[in-house]
């Protein structure tokens, strides 16, 4: 009996999730469900996103339109990536051994996650430039230096999630619907704080120090601007605010995105660091807090294109054109219908 129960939970799915199944499924269902899902949107959200941007020009008047962009394409490219553990999970077979596919496949993820990081940081940045030195910034931010800051991310990053290959330690969780990765390839404390002092740390600490001094020097515009409206007795308020600081609206936008980035990616974060630790370690918690923080790939298109006016024009422009598309084909599908014995001009039979 004894060998017979163990046969039969040997060929059971590996699963990180405490679920029972049922004896006909051979596969986790729950976690299938939850990354086709987040792959779905995530793939779908991101290209509506740089549809809109290559349709609405007036996006790319904003020099941070190179770094959202970048986000995008890192993105689209995490939920593509994310179509590996779907096909695993469903027992589709792969080229690769389940150990070099699991290695690639959280590189890969850790790699793109990174750009997004590092984007996020370099669009602070480029906030804080345009508010602090407004008459110099066109010359010292220029198309050539952001092409060149953006291949210095990509390179930035593919580099410093490198040293996984050479089983110093593993980058992350995402890869760890693999029983490989799960089991096998355990976290290093020396790696994890490599990660986070040339990773983590530098990029939170940037986002924090520039949005604090962006809304700080935007307060205080707004403050003096209002006080000489009320000497002269003139009419203050957001019109004040606005001509003080114009960039302030587009910074809250950038800030948003930021805040939810790191709200996400918070847990993710403070369980890479436990377990690392060796203080705690759960496979439940490792694939939570991991598709929590791959969840944000998307959340950035929602955010985005709710809080950005001129983005909203653009979708609605790119659904408008779409639309018109539709009910022009229609309308010649319809024209060219039979409706009599001979066919209507300008339709051949």
């Avoid at 960039?247 to 930021?258: E, G, H, P, Q, S």
């Amino acid at each position: 009996m004894n060998s017979s129960a163990d046969g039969n939970q040997s060929s059971r799915p590996f699963c990180l999730l405490a679920v029972n199944y049922l004896e006909t499924l051979d596969f986790c269902l729950l976690e299938v469900m939850i990354i086709v899902f987040l792959t779905v949107l995530i793939i779908s959200g991101n290209i509506v996103v740089i549809f809109v941007f290559h349709c609405a020009p007036l996006l790319n008047h904003h020099t941070t339109s190179y770094f959202i962009q970048t986000m995008a394409y890192a993105d689209l490219l995490v939920g593509v990536s994310c179509l590996v553990p779907s096909l695993s999970l469903l027992h589709y077979p792969l080229p690769l051994e389940e150990y070099l596919t699991c290695q690639i496949f959280g590189y890969v993820v850790s790699v793109l996650k990174s750009v997004s990081m590092a984007s996020l940081a370099c669009i602070s940045v480029d906030r804080y430039i345009a508010i602090t030195k407004p008459l110099t910034y066109n010359t010292l931010v220029t198309p050539w230096r952001l092409r060149v800051c953006i291949l210095a991310i990509w390179l930035y990053s593919s580099t410093v999630f490198l040293p996984s290959f050479f089983r110093w330690g593993k980058p992350g969780y995402h890869g760890d619907v693999f029983e490989w990765c799960a089991s096998s390839w355990l976290t290093d404390p020396y790696f994890t704080l490599f990660i986070v002092l040339l990773l983590y740390a530098p990029a939170a600490l940037v986002v924090c120090f520039t949005y604090f001094n962006i809304f700080r020097i935007c307060q205080q515009h707004t403050k003096e601007i209002n006080e000489r409206r009320a000497r002269f007795s003139g009419p203050s308020g957001e019109a004040g605010e606005a001509q003080a600081c114009p960039d302030k609206r587009y910074a809250m936008v950038l800030f948003r995105i930021t805040s939810v980035f790191y709200i996400l990616w918070l847990p993710y974060i403070v369980y890479f660091l436990l377990e690392s630790s060796a203080f705690y370690r759960n496979r439940t918690a490792s694939f939570l807090t991991t598709w929590l923080a791959i969840s944000n790939s998307f959340c950035n298109c929602v955010i985005y294109s709710l809080s950005n006016s001129v983005f909203q024009k653009g979708l609605k422009r790119l659904s408008g054109a779409v639309c018109a598309s539709c009910a022009g084909r229609r309308a010649a599908a319809d024209s060219c219908t039979p409706r009599s014995k001979g066919p209507p001009n300008g339709c051949h039979v």
